[in-house]
């Protein structure tokens, strides 16, 4: 079974630029999140979605932030414009029961804003 | 915001000994999992505990959960260089995990 894709790997952008990441989650994984997780720390959810509908967004900077899902398969997140702030690997992480089976995490992209 | 609580924050021991990582969390949860991250990887799922249960095993590793002090317990037994990595506790608290910051394990050749 092929795992969840994520691209790029690795991302180095100056403030104030626009930055977008690519998720593909395990075939038949309805639900999709995207985590954010800064070095040292554990990864905060940023969405998830359902199919291709939102979940929960309770915590994505709307300001700069946005994702979508169109067609309830991959997903792409977007950031615009970028703060220093934002530098952090993005994670995205698929589950077809998080409650049995827990989640599958992509590799990550490793964002660096200067 | 962050849930669980990973105690210690980093654990340095040779290869053979055990290792033992503590999560604290302070809400009811549904189920507690925890999750290995590799430097510049993903995180990988280990095992996953409900809350009706008290211990569970997988290979060498053994989780207890005790909800009555809202903390779990993650035991790796024979530790290896391989299993350097930074162990995550996860509380599911049905909308969706919460990640604690981490252990990070250093296992010596």
């Known amino acids: 079974e092929a795992g969840v894709a994520q691209s790029p790997r690795y991302k180095i952008i100056e403030k104030r630029q626009s930055v977008a990441f690519w998720c593909n989650p395990i075939?038949?994984?309805?639900?999709l999140y995207w985590y954010q997780q800064i070095l040292g720390q554990g990864p905060k959810l940023l969405i998830q979605?359902?199919?291709?509908?939102?979940?929960?967004d309770s915590q994505l900077p709307k300001d700069r932030f946005s994702a979508e899902r169109l067609k309830g398969v991959d997903s792409t997140l977007k950031i615009q414009p970028a703060k220093l702030e934002d530098s952090a690997v993005y994670l995205c992480?698929?589950?077809?029961?998080?409650?049995?089976?827990?989640?599958?995490f992509g590799s990550g992209t490793r964002l660096t804003v200067v | 915001s962050q849930q669980g609580e990973e105690d210690p924050q980093a654990l340095s021991i040779q290869e053979g000994e055990n290792a033992t990582m503590n999560c604290s969390y302070k809400?009811?949860?549904?189920?507690l999992q925890w999750y290995r991250q590799n430097s510049g990887r993903g995180l990988v799922h280990l095992i996953l505990?409900?809350?009706?249960?008290r211990e569970k095993h997988s290979g060498r590793l053994r989780v207890t959960l005790d909800t009555s002090k809202k903390s779990s317990s993650l035991l790796i037994t024979a530790s290896r260089a391989a299993d350097t990595a930074s162990y995550f506790c996860?509380?599911?608290?049905?909308?969706?995990?919460?990640f604690g910051a981490g252990t990070r394990l250093t296992v010596k050749p």
């Open positions: 992480a698929s589950s077809l029961d998080r409650v049995a089976y827990g989640y599958t």
């Open positions: 809400t009811s949860i549904n189920n």
């Open positions: 979605f359902q199919n291709n509908g939102v979940v929960d």
């Open positions: 505990i409900r809350s009706n249960e």
């Open positions: 996860a509380t599911d608290e049905g909308n969706d995990m919460r």
């Open positions: 075939s038949g994984h309805a639900t």
